[in-house]
């Protein structure tokens, strides 16, 4: 057994604790929580969520044994489907949070959770739930659809499906989701912005061939365009458009500006970003804290660490006050330049003056660490963000994984996946990935099956790799029944969730026995 990853006594969710939980009820109607029993509330939800067996149970009864109406404010909701997003949780289970949340009398529903749950159910490719949430939402809380829940929906959609579905996706939402509204300019660039953001820039280019007589551009279509051409095209591509807008008597912005800035500072062009900062200025355009940031990495990407701090110097001179962004900026430029002991010192710095390390600080620390090769140091780094109880993002919790497996360390990787599920994260199926690899060539077969059954039991994918790898070393061990369980939870979340070509799809054919 991983006795590691079971929940602490006072963190599992048992009928015999029912009591305590009618008893909290009763008391949070009466006394509002505090912020640090809101934070002890929003970990406690977002574990039973995620916990819970999916698609074994529904997820309601649950729940509403477990979760005291009178506790779910508008900020807690939000904070647990933000973070449920932030964990890749399944779709369907955040869904029903939301659904459980909307049925409580005193709950006031926003247009952020509602966002959030959309953005979920999207970003899984859920389509027909998250129609069907829009749908409901239209019916129930129309002033809830904002241009946010338009763009959240079209650009995945843009992602996933074709050009003809976006197209008739925004129909769609004419027609039927925003009643009553008249489609104007705003609208047109939302659903421009759904396939500049993907790179798609040839749709992009058909969409304003196609739809501008109705919808009358204006500078921020172009600067949508504009900065669909720097995702995707570079340099070159910006310039070539930007001469076309102006040529089209489109006057630039500080936004237009700002986007030119950055396409020259990410390709290292630090010189020609400074001028377009000259000319800026010269137009009676103040250059704004993303400015600056943007300038900041720029230096970095250019290798010129003086004019990285000479810039971050320069910002409170300019009445801007500096932001986690900005350090993350000279963070990054330090890192860049390898002086990892001054990035250290300037993360010492930022805590020193209340400024907190958030995704990026720890991820770009981590990165710089891990090019030293210093263990140590990536060790020391982990036990600090753990103390703090901080869960990064996705991508650093892929990157940590990769490092302690590839280190011959899979013993750091099985504990950060005990941390991060008694923390109510779900770890990505990619993070799974690299650890059952590192745990079966380590012969630990036993812990590699238990992590792909809590993957599995929150209701998430493991991929079709990695399954049959384990198939073949649970085969060797003569673990037939241990195949089986495997084989029928990938089978029975067939039914509930989306079809991936990388997923697994169980035993293709009746198990032999290996001698």
Partial sequence: MLRWIKPSRST?????????????????????????????????IIKIVNDHPYPDRPLHPTLQQHVPPSILSTPLVENVLGRLFASHSNGLKAFEFFKFSLRQAHFRPTSDAFEKTLHILARMRYFDKAWELMEEIQRTHPSLLTLKSMSIMLSRIAKFQTYEDTLEAFERMEKNVFVGRKFGIDEFNVLLRAFCTQRQMKEARSVFNKMHPRFSPNTKT???????????GGVTAVELFYHEMVRRGFKPNH????????????????????????????????????????LIHGAGVARNITKAR????????????????????????????????????????????????????????????????????????????????????????????KFFCESRQPNLGLNFWG?????????????????VTALCSHGRVQEAFECSKQMLERGRHMSELVFRMLE??????????KLMKLDEMIKRLQVFLPPSRSHATGILSPPTKMN
């Fill in 472 to 481: 073949r070393f649970l085969l060797q061990s003569g673990n037939m029944e």
């Fill in 222 to 232: 172009m600067n949508i365009l504009l900065l669909g051409f720097k995702e995707s």
């Fill in 12 to 44: 599992q969710i048992f009928p015999r604790n029912l009591a305590f939980f009618r008893f909290y009820a009763l008391v949070s109607t009466y006394h509002p929580l505090s912020s640090s029993e809101k934070e002890i509330e929003i970990q406690r």
């Fill in 419 to 435: 941390y991060l599920l008694e923390r109510g994260h779900c770890p990505h199926s990619h993070a799974l990935d690299l650890l």
């Fill in 255 to 294: 936004v237009t500006y700002s986007i030119r800035i950055d396409a020259y500072c990410k390709k290292g062009c630090l010189g020609d970003g400074l001028r377009l900062l000259n000319e800026m200025e010269r137009v009676n355009y103040l250059p704004t804290v993303e400015t600056m940031t943007t």
């Fill in 310 to 401: 000479e810039l971050f110097d320069e910002i409170p001179l300019r009445n801007l006050k500096p932001d986690v962004g900005v350090y993350n900026a000279l963070l990054s430029s330090l890192v860049r330049s390898r002086d990892v002991k001054s990035a250290a010192a300037l993360m010492d710095e930022m805590e020193m003056k209340g400024i907190r390390h958030d995704g990026i600080t720890y991820h770009t620390m981590y990165f710089g660490l891990m090019k030293s090769r210093n263990l140590d140091c990536v060790s020391e780094l982990y036990d600090k963000m753990t103390k703090k109880n901080f869960v990064p993002k996705t991508r650093t919790v892929v990157m940590l994984m």
